[in-house]
């Protein structure tokens, strides 16, 4: 496994790196670059630059045989492993890969990008947490490694358990029994997605993960690895910006848990310049959705020329509340035109909490310009709704980063509620649309929204975009409600639905229709979803846009 661990090391950190306590420089063992950390714990020094420390009640961390035993078999364990900082400064990029074993009993592992303003720049990991769950459930006193929710920090975490449940209304959310393997993404106190493992990564066998961080305009797109297969691919963080960093794993188990680290290899590349300082533009601030949420704000100046546009909107804790899911928009008007930013699907009620709704708007961004009307709709019909702040965080492109495409235009195609018991509302929502390709026009993409209410809400059903006589094909069926990070919730918050979960994004199906979209030209666009026959309620929502880049 070791041969394997330096085959990839070479492929995925496009660096040749030897121990950490280097020998003088051979030619089958060069130099290690300053900007490389790399650990085999073949030949541990006398006094290693990691820091071990256990958090728990359990076994200690300690370094044997070729290997970091996070995880020793011992009930209770939670232990950490940490670097000192390698090297100074932000950088562009941060490539990782870790070789590891571990066993069913564990609750999970994860590798940090600890802050060094957070976490200081050497010494032990430590947890400063956020902590969720039900009302009157104790805050964690000891660190989580399988939830590293760090603040101002980026880590990818392993999680082994997830208990299968019959119960629609507990705290775990497994109800479908699906295997006990998820990989997630956690950045500044928070988990920001969380996505089912096809590689089986808890078999005892060595795995590998890979990580790769690009720091770009606005955030980070991050690519994630276990088995050679993508978990996340180019997975944009939105408003993660470049820090200084250092590496480290944590790893939490039950009895007879069992957690190895064979090697670590983390690559930082290119030093980041300084990037322009954002924009923040604030519309609503705490806001009754049964207020008037419905006016006119100055955005953005045309003289700033934001290139990423990221958009916040906050739900408040509050007394008089809704405790069901809601279906909602945040809508922008410009003339005639109804744009929807986002779709929001509110969460089954947690008392106390503030919910955070991140996405990027930026292919809106030639319409956030100057004085706009916005208007956030929630649903809701009881009590005064929801308080909501809505913001905007706008960025300019840093110097040592590529341009985002540039927007030259913006339409709306399939938009309206159709009624599958109803075949004029079918057939005047969805059909064919006719738009003409701006001159200029490079690329091309289309998005589409969809979610299923009345009796489609818990019905997946095909549906067919055909561009310029090509089809594409898709399932309105949305699978991972149950790994949601606002959970647990109150409510059946677990289960899967068409096109949504509560506490979500609607989803958008995007297709890139680049090659049949020529400039200046017409193209032909029709949209269709598999026949579903009822005289019940049963609606397909949808909002969707082409979008035309030059």
């Known amino acids: 496994m070791k041969f394997l661990s330096a085959c990839l090391a070479v492929l995925v950190l496009s660096s040749i790196v030897v121990a950490q306590d280097n020998p003088a420089p051979t030619p089958d063992k060069p130099e290690i670059p300053a900007n490389v950390l790399h650990e085999t714990f073949d030949k541990p020094p006398e006094k290693p630059a990691w820091v071990l420390h256990k958090h728990g009640d359990g076994a200690e961390p300690s370094v044997d045989d070729g290997k970091l035993k996070l995880l020793n078999g011992k009930d209770g364990e939670n232990n950490s492993c940490a670097w000192p900082r390698t090297v100074e400064g932000d950088y562009r ?6 070789v590891f074993t571990i066993m069913p009993e564990a609750r999970g592992l994860s590798f ?12 032990a990991a430590f947890y400063l947490y956020k902590a969720k769950g039900f009302p009157g459930d104790p805050k964690p006193s000891e660190p989580q490694w ?4 760090l603040w101002g920090s980026f880590a990818v975490a392993l999680d082994t358990n997830d208990p299968p449940s019959d119960d629609p209304f507990d705290a775990n959310g497994n109800v479908h029994k699906r295997e006990q393997r998820e990989v997630s993404l956690h950045f500044d106190g928070r988990e920001i997605a969380n996505a089912f493992c096809e590689p089986d990564f808890v078999s005892g066998e060595a795995a590998v993960l890979t990580v790769q961080i690009d720091f770009v305009t606005g955030g980070a797109e991050v690519t994630v690895g276990v088995g050679g297969q993508a978990i996340y691919d180019r997975y944009f963080i939105p408003n993660m910006l470049p820090y200084e960093s250092r590496a480290a794993v944590g790893a939490r188990g039950d009895e007879r848990a069992e957690c190895n680290i064979d090697s670590l290899n983390v690559t930082w590349e290119q030093p980041a310049k300084e990037s322009p300082a954002p924009v923040t533009v604030q519309t609503f601030k ?8 419905r006016r006119e704000f100055d955005l953005l100046p045309a003289s700033f020329d934001a290139e990423r ?13 809704d405790e069901w899911d809601r279906l909602g928009h945040v809508w922008l008007y410009d003339d005639k035109t109804r744009l929807e930013l986002a779709r929001i699907l509110t969460p089954f009620e947690l008392w106390g909490a503030t919910y955070e709704y991140v996405c990027d708007v930026s292919d809106f961004r030639n319409y956030l310009v100057g004085r706009r ?19 905007f965080t706008c960025y300019r492109k840093p110097a040592d980063v590529d341009p985002l495409p540039k927007v030259i235009g913006i339409q709306n195609l399939w938009n309206g509620v159709a009624h599958f018991k109803d075949a004029d509302s079918l057939a005047k929502v969805f059909g064919e649309r006719k738009v003409q390709v701006p001159e200029g026009t490079k690329s091309a993409k289309v998005r589409i929204c969809v979610t299923g209410h009345g009796t489609l809400e818990f019905t997946p059903l095909n549906r067919t975009l055909t561009v310029a006589g090509k089809k594409f094909e898709n399932k309105l069926w949305t699978q991972d409600n149950y790994l949601n990070p606002w959970r647990p919730q109150f409510g059946t918050w677990k289960y899967d639905r068409a096109g949504w979960g ?13 090659s049949l979209a020529k400039a200046g030209e017409e193209l032909s666009l029709n ?3 598999e026949k579903f026959e009822t005289k019940e309620w049963a609606d397909h929502c949808i909002e969707s846009q082409i979008v035309f880049y030059g």
Do not use: C, Q
């Open 93 to 98: 990029h941060v490539k990782a890969e870790l």
């Open 112 to 123: 940090m990008l600890l802050h060094t303003s957070h976490f200081a720049r050497n010494g």
């Open 146 to 149: 399988d939830e590293p929710n």
């Open 286 to 293: 705490s806001g009754w959705t049964h207020g008037e949420n």
């Open 309 to 321: 546009v990221i958009m916040t909107l906050r739900l408040r804790p509050m007394v008089e509340r």
């Open 373 to 391: 009307e916005l208007h956030v709709d929630l649903g809701t019909n009881v009590g005064k709704g929801f308080v909501f702040d809505l913001e």
């Open 502 to 514: 509560p506490g979500s994004f609607g989803r958008v199906w995007e297709v890139d229709v680049s």
């Open 527 to 529: 949209y269709e979803s």
